[in-house]
């Protein structure tokens, strides 16, 4: 409401605006010289009206509250939309949609929003599908990032004087569970098995194995990629995902991922067996072909699989040959490399091949694996100097009048 307030010269005539998104008043004001609080208050009756036809032509700007809701619909149209990968705009929305807003979407005032809110509600998530069960570490990690992500471009649009998870901390992240692989012996028992299969799930798995590519990866393979006079394969695309039924192409997911591997001459005849193959089918279903890119791995009308297909033929393969044990059809880009780290290649040639930007990663995720055999590696000096002791009182045994030498340093 307006009032008049008395001053040394006069009185200041005050309209009460109500309040800014940081809990301060807002209001206009103005000082007229009298004496009389009557002659004032009239002042203050064409003040207000002044005020209001300002309010109505916009030259005033009440600040207003933003909502939780509406932030997070601005957040998900002005960046995931426009600036996130594919992929990534998925994962954001869905942990935005599924998680996060119907927790929060209870604050009209996204400034009343408290770092402890934020501590509680991403200690207390839930698994989805099984909501008696705590969540994951990395399920509140990506709830934590999101919410870090979401409140820092709120501070950016809306001049936050506070951002809540400026005092909240990344949930600790617990210790992953051990990779799971096949081993050599293993492997050679999916391979004998593969003999049955289709070409096509064939040459999928054999590359898996012997490349150690990402599914999305495989799925990007055109036969323009496959050079098999040389015997090389140019990793230059990704499918990590379809929108609208229509397969997303994008760069492999680092720039380390853009790469050239080899393969061993069998898999080069396998590969040029399979694309006999493939032509025949394009031949055969030509009146349906609808891609005009040349996927190595594509249903009849030449369009890529979907990715959870690949893992949906992986489950049905080893349901059908009850000697294999299951492991992820991911765990076998992770066999393949534990496969060349056990036989002695340089991590440096493994995390170039696999695709990481650092050998760094590569140290990282398969830290245990290396560590196990640097170990049979270290064992194999007890043979070199055991033999060598025996050898040297072989030798001196047989020669007992051998001259001590100096050492040749």
Partial sequence: MPWVEKRKNGYRLVVDLGVDKFGKRIRKTQVVETN???????ELSRFVVQIEKELEKGDILLPRTISFSELSEKYKVMFVLTELEFKSQENYIFQLEKRILPHFKKWNDITKINSIDIVEFIHGLKRIKEPSKPAGSQTKIYVYRVLKSIFQKASEWYNLESNPMDNVKKPKEEKSHEIDVYT????????????????QFRTLVSLAFTTGMRRAEMLGLEWKHID??????????????????????????TKGSIRTVSIPPSIVQELANYRKEWFKLRTKNIDIWKSENEFLFCNKHGMPYYPKTLTEQWRSFIQKNKSLRYIRFH??????????????????????????SKIGTTMDVYGHVIRAADAGAAATFDDVFNNKVVQDETDIHDHPNTPEREPAY
């Fill in 228 to 253: 098999l006079e040389k015997g090389l394969i140019a990793i230059r695309q990704s499918i990590p995902a379809f929108k609208d039924h229509v397969p997303v192409i994008k760069s492999p997911k």
């Fill in 36 to 42: 009389s609080k009557r002659a004032a208050e009239k």
């Fill in 331 to 356: 765990d076998l880009r992770h066999t393949s490399v534990t496969i060349l780290i056990n036989r002695g290649i340089h991590a440096k040639i493994i995390s170039e091949r696999i695709g990481h």
């Fill in 184 to 199: 050599e012996k293993e492997a050679i028992e999916v391979f004998n098995c593969l003999q049955s299969a289709s070409a």
